[in-house]
């Protein structure tokens, strides 16, 4: 059909088509990725950090959010973002960018939250191309699991609840950080988070909340 000819989108479609926000902690990235959508007359958010995801996503409502997965020197990772965005807009579509697109973290992203991923460095055409895709498809996901006990205001995201049953396993930090994908820090930052919402000090005292909280099974 020739473009002359299709129906003119309503002010709305377009509003929502056009807001997207970028986030990476890479300063070129950014820059090269604001000014690639820009180009496509998309209105562009640029978050560096968690904390301006946040900020973000409390002040505007997005159609689409495009963000790297791995963040150096954090204490949380994309998966903790993605885990934010679903929880805030389950309908936004969440495309993913990765520059080792068989590894295991790309596939649980995109098995789990994501909509679709593109391999770094991103190619224009392949950024235009994915964008307009997901947007398109519209496909509402449902929002990540929450893990929630009937007796206490306990919540555990998705990769929180990946530890616990690798704490309960016997795994150590060092093998969780490999099965994860991720630092032994940032592992272990995981570990803190969940010994803070169970209210415990230790692997033995985690595992044991969980058991009686039937978070995990035996």
Request: hydrophobic share 40%.
């Given at each position: 059909?020739?473009?002359?000819?299709?129906?003119?989108?309503?002010?709305?479609?377009?509003?929502?088509?056009?807001?997207?926000?970028?986030?990476?902690?890479?300063?070129?990235?950014?820059?090269?990725?604001?000014?690639?959508?820009?180009?496509?007359?998309?209105?562009?958010?640029?978050?560096?950090?968690?904390?301006?995801?946040?900020?973000?996503?409390?002040?505007?409502?997005?159609?689409?959010?495009?963000?790297?997965?791995?963040?150096?020197?954090?204490?949380?990772?994309?998966?903790?973002?993605?885990?934010?965005?679903?929880?805030?807009?389950?309908?936004?579509?969440?495309?993913?960018?990765?520059?080792?697109?068989?590894?295991?973290?790309a596939v649980q992203?995109?098995?789990?939250?994501?909509?679709?991923?593109?391999?770094?460095?991103?190619?224009?055409?392949?950024?235009?191309?994915?964008?307009?895709?997901?947007?398109?498809?519209?496909?509402?996901?449902?929002?990540?699991?929450?893990?929630?006990?009937?007796?206490?205001?306990?919540f555990l995201s998705?990769?929180?609840?990946?530890?616990?049953?690798?704490?309960?396993?016997?795994?150590?930090?060092?093998?969780?950080?490999?099965?994860?994908?991720?630092?032994?820090?940032?592992?272990?930052?995981?570990?803190?988070?969940?010994?803070?919402?169970?209210?415990?000090?230790?692997?033995?005292?985690?595992?044991?909340?969980?058991?009686?909280?039937?978070?995990?099974k035996r």
């Open positions: 059909m020739d473009v002359s000819q299709q129906e003119p989108l309503t002010d709305i479609a377009v509003a929502e088509k056009q807001r997207i926000l970028v986030v990476d902690d890479d300063e070129v990235t950014r820059i090269y990725l604001q000014h690639a959508l820009e180009d496509q007359a998309y209105d562009v958010t640029m978050a560096a950090s968690f904390d301006a995801v946040k900020e973000a996503m409390l002040h505007d409502t997005f159609a689409l959010v495009l963000m790297d997965i791995v963040f150096v020197d954090c204490s949380y990772d994309g998966f903790d973002i993605l885990d934010y965005v679903r929880s805030v807009n389950a309908d936004c579509g969440v495309v993913i960018m990765t520059s080792y697109p068989d590894t295991d973290s992203a995109l098995r789990i939250k994501a909509s679709d991923y593109l391999t770094k460095p991103v190619k224009q055409s392949d950024l235009v191309t994915t964008i307009e895709k997901v947007l398109s498809e519209a496909v509402q996901l449902p929002p990540p699991q929450a893990h929630i006990s009937a007796d206490r205001q306990l998705s990769r929180e609840m990946d530890v616990l049953k690798m704490l309960y396993k016997g795994l150590s930090y060092t093998e969780i950080s490999g099965m994860l994908g991720c630092c032994e820090s940032t592992a272990r930052t995981y570990g803190k988070r969940v010994y803070k919402k169970l209210g415990v000090n230790s692997r033995s005292e985690a595992v044991y909340e969980a058991l009686q909280m039937k978070l995990i």
